[in-house]
């Protein structure tokens, strides 16, 4: 047992920190925000020069073949800078869905572009119908003799306006589902933009008689489903590291603050009551990370993850919440300021909550795994 | 993060489960009275169980597993802290009578770590082979949260110290030979640095006892008074005055050696089964969202306890000193206890009332005791209020006011 990062992994981590607090910090989050570019691009390109897009892209394909659990080292420290740019949706969704998809043809295309940071694809699986999981999928995909032809809506797309792909889900007739790559200049595909909480330029995605062809296609009928579901449970615990990262700078913060704010001639940090808010933050930081490093070692070793994915998800999307709203409580009105970064936590973790299932959601596939 | 067990772990596991179904009954985790990290200490309820708990733990205290983790020249088995927190495990989750107790959960580490060598000589083996039993002498009327300020005082007297004042609380005190008691040994210090630690002996001429019934109408508690009890000074432990210090590391010990994680997971999956199995109004229980939904929460949070308790393992393992920890543990276990006293009324409905075992009685009426019980896993060795404190104090570095 080791319930601590390895030393890769802890190289990793410096490394990224390092990396992230000089070419991200708070201000550049906003501005992120502010600019019309769907990200900024010098920052992304850094990311690819770190080597953090091929991570885990395996080594035939130009990457590093990093595992799973390195990769939520990564996304932790991400979580922690509120990292404006599409590296979950192409570098973990993405890359991810390619490596396991059999089709060689396109993971020789594409995987090795990923891993030089010079391909931007993001996810289009919500619908109006489907929130969560992969039922009532309504859009569809009909096949014909290049490929598919592809109608439907997708909503909540991160960083639509910026992705080279759209990594589609949609219906065929009688195989299920089919997953798609879908070149998002192709002619039908339109986008309206849908501002969210949390900064990441999501948008509407329409898709009218959008022609697909056949060397784009990730996944059929039984393959599509069991890609799906593993790549559910790698979002889930990706997203979850995100938040334990959000978390602990959310933590970090408001001990600082307890220790330098005084009121009543003294630090507030000396009462009993924010001294509590504290300690509970702190144990819900530390369950927070190992439910998730125990989903994350499990999906790393590809061991039956279901019931620690559910878990971690579930957990972690309550009390990261929970945690960065007492962040706002213990600092006062000043959290409650745009010049001030608590805010930028308490919507990377909401967003990040409701991403791949929220609380609730997950709950009751935990329920499903205890036999209820 | 690597969560699996390492060969030695992993054969260890297999050990103890093939020891356990062959010296137990199969249906031995139904005969104790208990609740996840209870203290109330309640009797079985057929004496010819605990028969069959003394033959037990007899059988364990021969194979040396009640110190397992305890150096081989001391009676132990030279474990690491990791094999001792699995052992720990099992044991709980079976719930059987294996519990080393406060002699060798607490003052058997404390004297491997601050007694003399003759200290450790004399006392040492006598606690390994389950011979002698102690209980803590920490709480008096005015000293609770507030351990600094207790008042028994110690006051030299040539070989000896002269006992004076009283301790309540007293769990098991009846039953134990020895006490591991912190009193006064100067007036004038500073409240926290005039204070020892002592093994005083129960039947020290000037000791008398009166028995204290607890919620659940058990003597588990008693008020114990010392008037002129004369204890030898070979039996001051540690440093004279360095008591208080001392004992923050024997409280570490407490919140680690009485969590029992395993039972959390028993009783979380009885009353899984209980729900898979039941309706309510014609209605299967398991339909029902918000049970489905509270039995998730507590399973999550039981997997949580179990990595909570072996971080605290694992960081012994590496000479580190799970102070903040075992704080963690501690609060995180005693109030999943509590809620899962809680959840488990709310899902029996009227019937989790029923104190007596019977036909209508789920889960051997235990939940009724449980509900009870865990009134006082989040008070006793320090409440979850002092466990806060020690979390944000000493974990996070808040000023103490």
Redesign the interface.
């Given at each position: 047992?080791?319930?601590?990062?390895?030393t890769e992994q802890t190289m990793l981590d410096d490394a990224a920190r390092k990396f992230l607090q000089s070419k991200c910090p708070s201000s550049l989050v906003r501005s992120a925000r502010d600019d019309d570019a769907p990200f900024p691009q010098e920052l992304w390109q850094g990311m690819a020069e770190m080597g953090w897009m091929s991570l885990t892209i395996d080594q035939a394909h130009e990457g590093l073949g990093g595992s799973f659990?390195d990769l939520t080292v990564l996304l932790e420290a991400m979580g922690a800078a509120c990292l404006p740019a599409p590296y979950f949706n192409t570098a973990v969704v993405s890359a991810t869905a390619i490596s396991r998809s059999s089709a060689t043809g396109l993971k020789e295309n594409l995987l090795p572009r990923i891993a030089a940071g010079k391909l931007v694809s993001t996810l289009a699986l919500i619908e109006p119908d489907n929130s969560y999981g992969l039922d009532n999928i309504q859009s569809t995909a009909v096949a014909n003799a290049n490929g598919y032809l592809v109608n439907g809506i997708k909503l909540f797309v991160e960083y639509a306006q910026g992705a080279d792909y759209l990594l589609t889900v949609a219906n065929t007739e009688g195989d299920g589902l089919v997953v798609l790559m879908i070149d998002a200049n192709s002619p039908g595909i339109s986008l309206t933009p849908a501002p969210t909480l949390d900064y990441s330029k999501q948008c509407e995605v329409f898709f009218n008689d959008v022609q697909v062809e056949s060397d784009l296609v990730v996944a059929t009928g039984e393959d599509a489903r069991e890609l799906l579901l593993y790549l559910e449970q790698v979002c889930a615990v990706g997203k979850c590291a995100e938040m334990v990262g959000a978390m602990q700078t959310v933590l970090d913060m408001t001990?600082q603050y307890?220790?330098d704010r005084t009121q009543f001639g003294?630090?507030i940090?000396?009462?009993?009551s924010?001294?509590?808010h504290?300690?509970?933050m702190?144990?819900d930081v530390?369950?927070a990370r190992?439910?998730t490093?125990?989903a994350?070692?499990?999906v790393s070793e590809n061991l039956p993850a279901a019931k620690?994915v559910?878990?971690a998800k579930?957990?972690v999307s309550r009390v990261a919440i929970r945690v960065a709203k007492m962040g706002h409580q213990v600092h006062g009105a000043i959290s409650f300021c745009d010049e001030f970064d608590m805010h930028l936590f308490l919507r990377k973790v909401q967003s990040a909550s409701m991403a791949f299932g929220d609380s609730?959601f997950h709950?009751?596939k935990?329920?499903v795994e205890?036999?209820? | 993060?690597?969560?699996?067990?390492?060969d030695n772990?992993q054969s260890f596991h297999d050990e103890l489960n093939d020891f356990l179904d062959k010296e137990l009954p199969a249906d031995w985790y139904t005969k104790p009275v208990r609740w996840p990290h209870d203290y109330a200490g309640s009797p079985y309820r057929d004496p010819k169980d605990e028969e069959t708990g003394e033959v037990f733990r007899k059988k364990l205290a021969d194979k040396g597993w009640l110190t397992i983790s305890w150096p081989k020249e001391y009676g132990g088995r030279g474990y690491t802290n990791?094999e001792q927190a699995i052992f720990d495990e099992r044991m709980s989750y079976y719930l059987a009578p294996a519990s080393g107790g406060i002699s060798c959960g607490i003052v058997g580490p404390m004297l491997l770590r601050i007694g003399t060598p003759e200290q450790q000589e004399h006392w040492i083996p006598r606690i390994a082979s389950g011979e002698i039993g102690f209980w803590l002498g920490y709480s008096e009327p005015n000293a609770g949260s507030d351990l600094g300020s207790v008042s028994t005082f110690a006051r030299e007297e040539g070989d000896h110290f002269v006992f004076n004042g009283q301790k309540c609380w007293s769990s098991g005190a009846h039953h134990a030979d020895y006490s591991w008691m912190i009193v006064r040994t100067d007036a004038d210090a500073r409240k926290h640095a005039g204070c020892s630690l002592f093994i005083v002996d129960n039947k020290t001429p000037g000791i008398t006892m009166r028995p204290v019934i607890n919620i659940l109408g058990n003597h588990s508690f008693n008020e114990v008074f010392m008037d002129d009890a004369r204890v030898p000074k070979e039996n001051l432990i540690g440093e004279k005055n360095k008591g208080f210090y001392h004992l923050m590391q024997a409280l570490d010990f407490e919140r680690i050696s009485l969590v029992g994680i395993g039972t959390f997971k028993r009783f979380l999956e009885e009353l899984?089964e209980y729900?898979?199995t039941s309706t309510r109004n014609g209605r299967p229980l398991?339909d029902i969202?918000s049970?489905?939904?509270k039995?998730?929460?507590l399973?999550?949070?039981v997997?949580?306890g179990y990595?909570?308790f072996?971080?605290t393992a694992?960081m012994l393992d590496r000479g580190q000193e799970p102070n903040v920890e075992s704080s963690?543990l501690k609060?995180?276990a005693t109030e999943l206890a509590r809620d899962m006293a809680e959840i488990a009324m709310e899902i029996l409905g009227p019937y989790g009332q029923l104190t007596e075992p019977g036909e209508r009685a789920p889960l051997r009426a235990l939940v009724s005791r449980g509900f009870l019980e865990s009134i006082s896993a989040t008070i006793g060795a320090g409440t979850s209020?002092i466990?806060?404190?020690v979390?944000?104090?000493r974990?996070?570095?808040?000023?103490?006011?």
């Open positions: 047992m080791n319930l601590d990062k390895n659990d001990v307890a220790k003294q630090p940090g000396g009462f009993q924010i001294q509590h504290c300690a509970n702190a144990v530390d369950s190992y439910l490093g125990l994350a070692w499990k620690e559910s878990m579930s957990f609730e709950q009751e935990v329920a205890l036999g209820l | 993060m690597d969560f699996s067990f390492n772990e990791m899984v729900v898979k398991k969202p049970v489905r939904h039995l998730a929460d399973a999550t949070r997997e949580i990595m909570l072996y971080r694992e963690a609060v995180m209020e466990q806060r404190n979390i944000a104090q974990g996070l570095g808040l000023p103490r006011v």
